[in-house]
């Protein structure tokens, strides 16, 4: 029964839903601010943000757009200015300290662009996965490692040391050690910047493994735009705020990607740079509502 009818039966009408209610990441006018001396750098402008359970997407952007705040926000090693931030129950914008170390034992892994800084180096590949299973107290930590290590395709290199391992080998064994404690969300920063092409796709491989097989929701910072072919959306970010998503859809026995437009909670859309250049957009433009679709055309009297 709609609201409408409920109302007009003379019955309350409930609360309108809240903004993301259903999606496990919710990032509702999103703003991060750093204070570098006397300047302030907003590295979160009004950030909107949606990612459902079970997703796999990717962050694209360039230097400084604030992609990587982001993934710091979601991860709770860095607490956003003002806005709101919700992953699963957890409200991060009221998570008190001493919530945070639950929060990333049980919700949350995290996977570094730097190998050194995902694996413990003087441990083996078994007991870095079996190292945060530790800390949360969980039983028969040895076979779920193990079960990791082969479901990633590295069980053999179980009894090595990161150093006795490749680059994407040690990837790998961080994506198992980021999952060990079964999280419901894994946020992976650059994670195939230092590799080539080849080990980069066994990386992602990994991941949509994790994905498809775990029911991992996934959100991965890359600055390679090509990564849209390997992941379900990609989300360009620009000065701060969501611009664009590529789609990628199966249909008729392929692959189609469409592109668009991200318009925000405050009906904000970011115009891509060759448009504005292309028909001069500038300081004012003018909109108009044509049938199916709104115009954006030139102030001709703007100076």
Not at 123 to 131: D, I, K, Y
Request: glycine share 10%; aromatic share 4%.
């Amino acid at each position: 029964m709609s609201d409408s009818t409920l109302e007009a039966l003379g019955g309350r009408a409930g609360p309108p839903a809240q903004f993301g209610h259903n999606a496990l990441v919710v990032c509702d006018n999103l703003v991060r601010i750093f204070q570098s001396g006397s300047v302030e750098v907003q590295a979160l402008q009004g950030l909107d943000l949606l990612v459902d359970e079970g997703e796999m997407v990717a962050l694209v952007g360039a230097s400084g757009s604030g992609k990587s705040t982001l993934l710091s926000v979601l991860s709770a090693m860095d607490a956003p200015t003002a806005g709101r931030v919700r992953v699963g129950r957890w409200d991060l914008m009221a998570m008190p300290a001493r919530d945070r170390v639950a929060y990333r034992q049980q919700m949350v892994g995290f996977v570094w662009q730097q190998t050194s800084r995902n694996l413990v180096p003087y441990l083996t590949a078994q007991q870095n996965v079996t190292l945060p299973m530790s800390y949360a107290g969980r039983r028969h930590r040895t076979a779920r490692a193990n079960e990791l290590l082969d479901l990633f395709g590295v069980g053999h290199v179980a009894d090595r040391r990161p150093q006795e391992m490749s680059g994407g080998e040690q990837q790998r064994v961080a994506i198992a050690t980021a999952l060990a404690n079964e999280p419901q969300l894994l946020l992976a920063d650059e994670p195939t910047g230092e590799l080539d092409t080849t080990t980069s796709e066994e990386v992602f491989d990994a991941l949509r493994t994790a994905n498809r097989e775990g029911g991992t929701t996934i959100v991965v910072v890359t600055h390679d735009p090509a990564v849209s072919g390997q992941v379900d959306r990609t989300i360009a970010i620009r000065d701060g705020r969501t611009s664009s998503e590529v789609v990628r859809r199966d249909a008729h026995g392929g692959v189609t990607h469409e592109e668009y437009a991200v318009m925000d909670r405050a009906g904000r859309v970011q115009v891509p740079r060759e448009y504005r250049d292309a028909l001069e957009l500038t300081r004012r433009v003018r909109l108009a509502l044509e049938g199916d679709h709104v115009s954006v055309r030139p102030d001709s009297g703007t100076r």
